[in-house]
């Protein structure tokens, strides 16, 4: 069974600049979540999907950033326009029910300069 | 807010000690304790949880305890190997009427063991 997977894996952009991250779910698992982890830092919920709806966005930092899940497959997370604090790493999770054990994917390393 | 305490951020034991990393958190409606281990360059990969009607479980070289009254959950490796450097996270999950299961994450601890 292949894991979460996320792309890209490492993203350097300038300071106003958009990104598109992605993330692909394990096959069949309804609930998608998306956290990040800033340098040092706690890795923080950002929003949950389940299917194609946005079940919890209480962590969204602001209006920069817009996820997406249509069709309730893959997601993509934009940030239009980056700053230097949205620098970290983003990673995407997917369980298969609610209270069911979270699966990360890798990781996506964005760097803001 | 809901916050999750970790401590310590970086731990340094002989290969074959035991190692304790300690959290402790904020939101009475948790319910439910993953422990994740992070290896250089991959994913975090769930290790062992708990769930609050449990007040301790092991698996193998691992266990987690927990403390409802306290906030407090641990975990405890023993025997420790060189492969079980890594960094570690704990996190809490509040079931919440709307249906969510976010985890609440503590900061991480670096765990290395010395050969």
């Known amino acids: 069974e292949a894991g979460v997977t996320q792309f890209p894996s490492h993203s350097v952009i300038e300071k106003g600049q958009t990104v598109t991250l992605r993330c692909d779910p394990i096959?069949?698992?309804?609930?998608l979540y998306w956290y990040r982890r800033v340098m040092g830092k706690e890795i923080k919920f950002l929003l949950h999907f389940v299917k194609e709806s946005k079940q919890d966005e209480s962590g969204m930092p602001n209006n920069r950033f817009l996820a997406e899940r249509t069709g309730g497959t893959y997601s993509t997370l934009k940030v239009q326009p980056a700053e230097l604090e949205d620098s970290g790493v983003y990673f995407c999770?997917?369980?298969?029910?609610?209270?069911?054990?979270?699966?990360f994917g890798p990781g996506t390393r964005l760097t803001v300069t | 807010g809901e916050n999750v305490e970790q401590h310590p951020s970086t731990l340094s034991v002989q290969e074959g000690d035991s190692a304790v990393i300690k959290c402790t958190y904020s939101?009475?409606?948790?319910?439910?304790f993953p422990w994740y281990k992070q290896e250089l360059g991959k994913r975090p990969q769930l290790i062992i949880d708990?769930?609050?009607?449990?007040g301790e479980k092991k698996d193998q070289r691992i266990a987690v305890t927990l403390n409802k009254t306290a906030k407090h959950f641990s975990l405890h490796i023993t025997e420790t190997q060189p492969e079980d450097s890594a960094v570690y996270f704990c996190a809490a999950s509040p079931t919440r009427t709307s249906g969510t299961y976010k985890y609440i994450f503590g900061t991480g601890t670096r765990l290395k063991v010395l050969a």
């Open positions: 708990i769930r609050s009607n449990v």
């Open positions: 939101d009475s409606a948790s319910n439910y």
């Open positions: 096959s069949g698992h309804d609930n």
């Open positions: 999770a997917s369980s298969q029910g609610i209270g069911y054990e979270q699966y």
